[in-house]
């Protein structure tokens, strides 16, 4: 089985970026991590990180090639109907996750979860975790 994880805007800044929100690691350091687990659930992983809407919403189009996308849209969850639409408009399921629960914080909006199957957050790093496990779970019936 084979995933792709998208990371949107500013993840490119985890480790430094208000780590009492987002935590300590870097993208790579999760990343690394995400493919040792990847490998424990037979899931092969790729990654992409932008911080242009128009790169994730083409990366969501041509992920066709994929079981399936894991997403953390970012900001784009709370304002961007492109990325929604890409979302919505592909067959290959979505989970969409966040490293901080955006219920509990001033960005209570996912406007992107529509089109996915299901939102994980809360959890930091675990959430990507759970997201792939999820995801395979729903793919496999």
Known sequence: MKFLVING???????TREPEIYGQKTLDEINNNLTDFGKGQEIELDFFQSN???????????????????????????YSLAVADAI?????????????NIFARDRETSITAKGSIGVICG??????KLGMVALKNHIEG
């Open 52 to 78: 242009f809407e128009g790169e994730l919403i083409e990366k969501i189009q041509t992920a066709d090639g994929y079981d399936g996308i894991i997403i953390n849209p970012a900001a784009h969850t709370h």
């Open 88 to 100: 919505s408009a592909v067959k290959t399921p979505v989970v969409e996750v966040h490293l901080s």
């Open 9 to 15: 805007a500013n993840l490119n800044l985890l480790g």
């Open 123 to 128: 959890f930091g790093e675990e959430s990507y």
